[in-house]
């Protein structure tokens, strides 16, 4: 598993983006997959998350109704959309593989994922 994030930016409230995490490993699509953010001065926390086949995905409270996963196991790449961006949507974006749930659970914490990107930053100005 090698994960590479893209998409992030410099963009005003209330504008959309969409992420991209490419997979260059050829299991991605046995893997659960997630995206996270870690705000400057803050810890990393959980962004959304999606099964290896997807169907149901989990969102933070936060994002529930302005963010969406989703992938392309063909691509072998996750994304995340994100509309109406806020400031405090300001961060760090990382994507986050775990091979060891390709069930049905799907795990939010980060101690579930073994496989990181680099991350992208995403920076909302109001």
């Known amino acids: 598993v090698q994960l590479q994030a893209s998409g992030g930016g410099l963009v005003q409230a209330g504008d959309s983006l969409r992420l991209s995490c490419a997979d260059s490993?050829?299991?991605?699509?046995?893997?659960?997959m997630a995206w996270f953010r870690q705000a400057p001065g803050k810890e990393r926390l959980f962004v959304a998350a999606i099964r290896r086949y997807g169907g149901n995905p989990k969102y933070a409270d936060s994002v529930r109704d302005r963010f969406a996963i989703s992938r392309d196991n063909i691509k072998n790449t996750v994304y995340l959309q994100l509309n109406n961006l806020k400031p405090e949507d300001t961060a760090v974006y990382y994507c986050?593989?775990?091979?060891?749930?390709?069930?049905?659970?799907?795990?939010?914490?980060?101690?579930?994922?073994?496989?990181w990107g680099q991350g992208t930053l995403v920076t909302v100005s109001s």
């Open positions: 986050a593989a775990a091979p060891r749930y390709s069930g049905h659970f799907l795990p939010v914490q980060s101690s579930s994922y073994d496989y």
């Open positions: 490993g050829p299991t991605f699509s046995d893997n659960a």
